[in-house]
């Protein structure tokens, strides 16, 4: 069996579907964090009637809801060791998810750019045992090519892309820049002051 990772992003999406169509035996599995946006709701059922199957969706094991959580119970934001929520809510539920077993393979929504291109190969040389696919890479497709796959089949972008955010990660990453943030105090105020009170209190 081989695992595709959904992360409710245009690339992932891709990904998730171009493995059904060729290989079989493919779980999709989301991990899912209570501050990602509620239009995600909407695309997780768009792309489950274009893949004609179920996705899994898993949550971690330890109780937290989002990045706050993690924040408030760790007492760490980000730093030199990366973001702690990161950690928590998806580096190890796949860890916990790879411990069970079962899976060949596993499929990741990277793209055809250079940048991710390199990302796959670290991660490859990192993680040797997950055995990943790229088939986004194989097929040398961009994100800009991902979305208008999505578009061909009738399925709207998630509202994060079209309110101009780059990615479709957790409302109020931590890992965002200044640029980020500024755009997250207009379109999430009230996410930016619970941001800004946490880092204040850490």
């Known amino acids: 069996m081989k695992i595709a990772w959904f992360s409710c992003g245009i690339t992932s999406a891709v990904a998730c579907k171009l493995a059904l169509e060729q290989y079989e035996d493919v779980e999709i ?9 509620e239009d995600n709701a909407r695309f997780i059922r768009d792309c489950e009637k ?44 796949r860890q916990e998810i790879e411990a069970q077993g ?13 940048n991710e291109i390199n990302r796959a ?28 796959i999505l578009s061909q089949a009738g399925i709207k972008l998630p509202v994060m892309y079209k309110l101009g955010y780059n990615n479709n990660n957790c ?3 931590v890992k965002g820049g200044k640029g980020y943030w500024n755009k997250i105090r207009q379109d999430f105020p009230e996410i930016f002051a619970e941001m800004a009170k946490a880092e204040r209190e850490i």
């Open 102 to 114: 079962g899976y060949e393979n596993q499929v990741f929504g990277f793209e055809y750019s250079q």
């Open 50 to 93: 274009w893949y004609g199957q179920k996705i899994k969706i898993v949550t971690n094991s330890k109780g937290y809801g989002d990045q706050f959580d993690v924040i408030r119970h760790t007492r760490y934001i980000n730093g030199p060791t990366g973001a702690r929520c990161t950690l928590e809510l998806k580096k190890r539920v």
């Open 121 to 148: 190969i670290r991660f490859k040389q990192q993680h040797p045992h997950t055995n990943p696919i790229f088939p986004l890479i194989e097929q040398k497709l961009s994100k800009n090519e991902c979305a208008g």
């Open 29 to 37: 599995v989301y991990i899912h964090i209570n501050s990602a946006h």
């Open 171 to 173: 409302i109020g990453c």
